[in-house]
């Protein structure tokens, strides 16, 4: 029989849609499965890339005997007062900006450093580094930044913030700095008492502009910085342990969380500032808090020049990627008890947390 005279049978409507709904199935079976195992490789860059911040550190420690400071300047004399005035010690330049050659940016750091230069006859401010240098404006940095979060605010966006401790920061006291990077404060392996394998040295930072997520309780909007000056709580005594506690931080977050104002133009951004929220965390409020919103304390549109609670945040479900003094890198839960996440942030409280 010649080829056109065979009975030739295709498929029926029914057995085209059995064919189709199999095939649903199956996607659906298997599309969890590799979002989960895109979100695996993401958050394993987001840890190699803590990895080779923390690895930058110690290098940066064996060459100079020190870590670098939250932002840069002359040391803090012993009884706490800044060496230049207030104006002249704000928006230095953050610690990931003096890590810059132990992480083949060399360029960029030659940027920085000829800009300290520059501006060092007047004060430690950092000038408008991408006005001086324009290819820092167009410069991705990638180890500071976590794949997960893929918001691209800024080219200059940072995901990873320095550990501050279990304390406010910026115009704190000598003696409640207990976090490896304080303001001008240059702590030392020698100085970290409780251990370097218990002690944050960096953890995550949630890039947010000022409308993220607005109302959602999700991280982007955790991250938006409220402001909180005319609660009156910029000068009271916050570090932990002494009177900081889990009730008190509470009392702040309840009033922060109910205030609209934003400050400054949004949190992880740019890498180059020594500032809570761009540059730096605190352990206050507990990794990715869902009820207390990052908040400073400072003046209202005072971008970030003061206290302030800046939380560990992540994309990541359930915990954030962290790296410890020496250099080890770990998935924080962020359901770790405040005492314990005070006590992983303080550098010489007597206090090790191993279980967490």
């Known amino acids: 029989m010649s080829l056109s005279k065979r009975n030739l049978r295709g498929f029926t409507l029914v057995?085209?849609?059995v064919v189709i709904a199999i095939i649903g199935v199956l996607v659906g079976l298997l599309l969890p499965a590799v979002q989960a195992a895109r979100e695996a490789a993401r958050r394993s860059t987001c840890i190699n890339n803590l990895k080779q911040f923390g690895l930058a550190a110690q290098t940066y420690h064996d060459s100079k005997g020190n870590f670098p400071a939250l932002c840069q300047g002359p040391p803090v004399e012993a009884g706490?007062?800044?060496p230049l005035t207030a104006d002249q010690n704000w928006r230095s330049y953050s610690a990931h900006a003096m890590l810059l050659p132990y992480m083949e940016q060399q360029r960029l750091s030659d940027c920085v450093q000829d800009a300290i230069m520059k501006n060092a006859t007047t004060d430690n401010n950092t000038p408008s580094l991408e006005g001086l240098y324009p290819e820092v404006r167009t410069t991705r940095v990638g180890t500071f930044r976590c794949p997960t979060d893929g918001d691209n605010f800024w080219v200059m966006s940072n995901n990873?913030?320095?550990s501050v401790g279990a304390n406010a920061g910026w115009n704190q006291s000598v003696a409640d700095k207990n976090g490896v990077f304080n303001t001008q404060v240059y702590m030392n392996m020698s100085s970290i008492s409780d251990g370097t394998s218990s002690t944050l040295?960096?953890?995550e930072i949630v890039t947010a502009n000022t409308t993220s997520g607005a109302g959602s309780k999700s991280q982007k909007d955790m991250?938006?910085?409220r402001?909180?000056?005319s609660l009156g709580i910029d000068n009271q005594s916050k570090a932990y342990p002494g009177s900081l506690t889990a009730a008190m931080v509470q009392g702040w977050g309840s009033s922060c969380a109910a205030q609209t104002g934003m400050n400054g133009e949004g949190s992880g951004q740019p890498w180059y500032k020594g500032q809570m929220f761009r540059t730096a965390i605190n352990t206050l409020i507990t990794p990715n808090s869902t009820t207390i919103p990052n908040c400073s304390f400072h003046c209202d549109g005072c971008n970030y020049d003061g206290t302030g609670m800046s939380a560990a945040r992540s994309m990541h479900s359930?915990?954030?990627s962290a790296v410890m003094v020496d250099g080890a890198t770990r998935f924080i839960s962020d359901q770790i008890d405040w005492t314990s996440w005070q006590q992983v942030g303080s550098i010489n409280d007597g206090q090790t947390v191993s279980n967490y």
């Open 15 to 17: 057995e085209l849609l």
């Open 201 to 203: 040295l960096a953890s």
């Open 160 to 162: 990873y913030g320095v």
């Open 80 to 82: 706490g007062t800044l």
């Open 227 to 229: 402001y909180g000056s």
């Open 318 to 320: 359930a915990g954030v």
């Open 223 to 225: 991250a938006r910085v």
